[in-house]
């Protein structure tokens, strides 16, 4: 399991921009207070780091401001923890208004309590080493006050945005919503391009959708058509600061009729990323009855009956997205869920 985290880690940041020379694993009964893995563990890591000449750290958990800080201090490196590292991603992708906004108030509001006086900018500016109050001091107030004031403007634009998300769903009330949920890289995108021949950018990168998509699509020969909804995928230990700035986006599958929840079955983990996607659909308020598994790229799973339930729940839907297999099941499958909820 750890090695499979750590695959993980080592896409997200190959995503960011960033190449992987190396990884280690530390094993403890708990985690170390001051620096999270342990002095002699760090002491080999900076070793490791120094050898390979990584200028980059990357942990698979959230560390405190001053576990970040010791580590920065032992390793002589730069420190990320897994939250840091998926805001970087999210900032490199947004392209929207609306993303853009999202993404910079969940920064504010993570990197916020970690704002101390170790920070660059502000170093010129401080006393002698272990000095209390001053310029350097009077700086970092500025800095927080500011950045207090930020976030409150970027929470006022969020709030408008919602309301304007509130109007049009208003404008779609007796059109049949269909949203498009799960682990990122499932492949939501392409199935999304499949039921609506709306042409999105399809890319087999973690997080390349960060924008919800609205496009109709049609569910039979006789007209009957679905408002499909592509979301913001999901991660294990997605940062709670970005599920609060993501909310106005994720309201779109709280409010679906249909919630397919898109399962990619030829991952080694899909279990997990099933258990995941529960998860966060449970705490967006989306009941059971609502939601439809989806096991999708079949034609990279070699020998699985594809009538398999692989508990995925009642009647899981096998399709390739990529090539079109099974993808009339699944609109009939849809029709049943949104005749049934109609009832």
């Not at 945005?161 to 404008?171: F, L, S």
């Not at 699509?217 to 970005?242: C, E, Q, W, Y």
């Not at 258990?275 to 308020?285: A, N, P, T, W």
């Amino acid at each position: 399991m750890a090695e499979e985290h750590l695959d993980e880690l080592a896409e997200l940041t190959r995503s960011a921009g960033v190449e992987v020379v190396g990884r280690a694993v530390q094993r403890r009964p708990r985690p170390d207070a001051r620096t999270f893995i342990g002095s002699g563990k760090a002491a080999e890591i900076r070793a490791a780091a120094g050898e390979l000449g990584a200028d980059l750290i990357v942990f698979d958990d959230d560390l405190s401001p001053s576990q970040v800080k010791n580590l920065e201090k032992i390793l002589e490196v730069e420190v990320y923890d897994r939250s840091a590292l998926i805001l970087e991603i999210f900032f490199q992708r947004a392209r929207t208004r609306e993303a853009r906004t999202q993404v910079e108030l969940a920064q504010l509001s993570y990197m916020l309590p970690r704002l101390t006086r170790q920070w660059t900018h502000l170093s010129r500016q401080m006393g002698g080493i272990g000095g209390r109050g001053g310029e350097g001091e009077t700086q970092l107030e500025v800095d927080r006050r500011m950045m207090r004031k930020r976030i409150g403007h970027l929470k006022r634009d969020l709030a408008k945005i919602e309301r304007t998300r509130e109007v049009q769903r208003r404008g779609r009330e007796g059109a049949a919503l269909v949203a498009l949920a799960g682990y990122t890289n499932a492949g939501k995108s392409t199935l999304f391009n499949r039921l609506t021949r709306a042409g999105a950018k399809v890319e087999d990168r973690l997080f390349a959708t960060l924008d919800s998509k609205l496009r109709r699509g049609s569910l039979d020969h006789d007209g009957s058509v679905a408002v499909f909804s592509d979301t913001v995928g999901f991660i294990r230990k997605l940062p709670h600061h970005l599920v609060a700035s993501f909310k106005s986006t994720l309201e779109e599958i709280a409010h679906a009729g249909v919630v397919l929840h898109v399962v990619d079955r030829s991952h080694a983990g899909w279990e997990e990323q099933m258990d995941v996607g529960r998860e966060v659909l449970g705490d967006i308020g989306v009941e059971a009855e609502r939601i439809l598994t989806v096991f999708n790229k079949t034609d990279l799973v070699n020998g699985q009956p594809r009538s398999e339930r692989g508990d995925g729940g009642p009647d899981p839907v096998w399709v390739s997205a990529l090539t079109g297999e099974g993808v009339d099941g699944l609109k009939t499958a849809i029709r049943g869920r949104l005749d049934g909820s109609s009832r």
